[in-house]
C-alpha cells in the first residue's frame, strides 16, 4: 500500500513554470513505476508523463513534450513535474499515480487502469 500527496499547485500566467511534486508513503516507493496524469473541467483524464522505478526511462504526452520533465528522487519518495512553457490549456487537476507492474508498464504507460494507487490532486490553473 503507498498514499500519495502532491503539492506545488497553483495559478500562474502563460508562458510561466510551475513544479509539482508528489510525496509517497511507505517503504518500496523505489519499486512503484509513476505517472502524472490530468483532468480538465468537463474532459476526460489525461496522461501527461510518467517514469520507471529507477528513473531509467521517461515517457510524455505529446501536449508537453519538451516543456514538462517528469524525475524522482527515490531516497526522498518523491516524483516531481516541472512544467515549463506552461498554457492555457494545461490548466486541469493534475494526479500523480503508482503503478506495480513491472511487465506491462513499458507499453501500458498511458492508460489509468496501468496504475494501483492515486493522489488526490492539485489544482493547475494558468491564465492567459
Known amino acids: 500500500q503507498v498514499q500519495l500527496v502532491e503539492s506545488g499547485g497553483g495559478l500562474v500566467q502563460a508562458g510561466g513554470s510551475l513544479r509539482l511534486s508528489c510525496a509517497a508513503s511507505?517503504?518500496?516507493?523505489?519499486?512503484?513505476?509513476m505517472g502524472w496524469f490530468r483532468q480538465a473541467p468537463g474532459k476526460e483524464r489525461e496522461f501527461v508523463a510518467a517514469?520507471?522505478?529507477?528513473?531509467?526511462?521517461?515517457y510524455y504526452a505529446d501536449s508537453v513534450k519538451g516543456r514538462f520533465t517528469v524525475s524522482r528522487d527515490n531516497a526522498k519518495n518523491t516524483v516531481y513535474l516541472q512544467m515549463n512553457s506552461l498554457k492555457p490549456e494545461d490548466t486541469a487537476v493534475y494526479y500523480c499515480?503508482?503503478?506495480?507492474?513491472?511487465?506491462?508498464?513499458?507499453?501500458?504507460?498511458?492508460?489509468?487502469?496501468?496504475?494501483?494507487?492515486w493522489g488526490q490532486g492539485t489544482q493547475v490553473t494558468v491564465s492567459s
Open positions: 499515480a503508482a503503478s506495480t507492474r513491472a511487465y506491462s508498464f513499458s507499453y501500458n504507460y498511458a492508460g489509468a487502469l496501468e496504475y494501483d494507487y
Open positions: 511507505g517503504r518500496t516507493f523505489s519499486n512503484y513505476n
Open positions: 517514469i520507471r522505478w529507477n528513473g531509467g526511462s521517461t
